[in-house]
């Protein structure tokens, strides 16, 4: 059961994906619109998986790189769904949804065996910890697709109406994941120290996340500080996606430490 949901949700937002990619090239509004009823449907499938997964664990599934990236690529669906419905934007749409599909694709590339709880993971921290490092890095990920957006727009018109409006939304995108990446290393140092003893290791994956968080905090500082915008901000917003994805995939990948056990 639990395979067949979580490849439903696989199968469904890349279809969803090739039906919205089609109505941009074709412009038809009403392929868009199927292409968000199958999105739809793949995220119901995703979030029933979540919840199967978790009712057969006796836990959040958060535990370890597979659990992560589900979470992760859900996160991402959550915040397009957000956008889409709450806000109506619809310029976002088509590479969020390659980005949902990528990553719950690279999860799939994961062994998705079910193990007990480590004892270092149980912790009143577990789903704070984990949950906000998750949402952070898909605020991050919509940031550099809004770039990626923004970058496309101003080469075909650089006086685009568009252009401000993508421009203060990546600011928006980067400046809430800095805040949950804020809350992810502040709760990881006092987890630490009671798993640990000390509140910071440098640990690979802690000196990754700081390396993050410096990077995104020098976006808010040229933009609030600097008053930069357009089209450099843009590209600093897609340039800093790779060290997002590092973090996330890279340090558990080849640099072993005290979080491997989440691999």
């Known amino acids: 059961m639990l395979d067949i ?9 890349f279809a969803g994906m090739l039906v919205q990619f089609f109505a ?12 968000w009823y199958i999105f739809i449907a793949g995220y119901a499938a995703h979030t029933a998986y979540i919840l199967a997964r978790g009712i057969q664990a006796g836990r959040v599934p958060m535990a370890n790189q597979f659990e992560f990236a589900v979470m992760f690529a859900w996160g991402i669906a959550c915040i397009l769904l957000f956008l889409h419905y709450r806000l109506k934007l619809e310029w976002i749409t088509t590479i969020a949804m390659i980005m949902t599909w990528a990553v719950y694709l690279y999860a799939a ?18 789903v704070s910890h984990i949950g906000s490092a998750a949402f952070a890095y898909a605020a991050f990920m919509l940031a550099g697709a809004s770039g990626i957006r923004y970058i496309l727009l ?12 993508i421009d203060y939304f990546i600011y928006r995108l980067i400046a809430i994941g800095l805040l949950l990446l804020t809350v992810t290393i502040v709760i990881g140092a006092i987890w630490a120290e009671e798993a640990w003893s000390s509140f910071w290791t440098w640990d690979p994956k802690e000196v990754w996340a700081l390396i993050t968080w410096i990077l995104y905090a020098i976006y808010l500082h040229l933009r609030l500080g600097r008053k930069k915008t357009g089209v450099t901000m843009a590209w600093y917003a897609v340039l800093s996606v790779p060290v ?20």
């Open 5 to 13: 949901l979580f490849f439903a949700g696989i199968g469904l937002y």
């Open 24 to 35: 941009q090239v074709w412009k038809k509004t009403v392929l868009s619109k199927y292409a």
């Open 109 to 126: 590339l994961l062994p998705r065996e079910i193990h007990e709880l480590m004892p270092a993971l149980r912790s009143v921290w577990f």
């Open 154 to 165: 101003y080469k075909k018109n650089p006086k685009d109406p568009k252009l401000p409006e």
């Open 244 to 263: 997002v994805l590092f973090t996330f995939i890279g340090v558990n990948t080849i640099m072993p430490g005290l979080h491997s056990y989440g691999q």
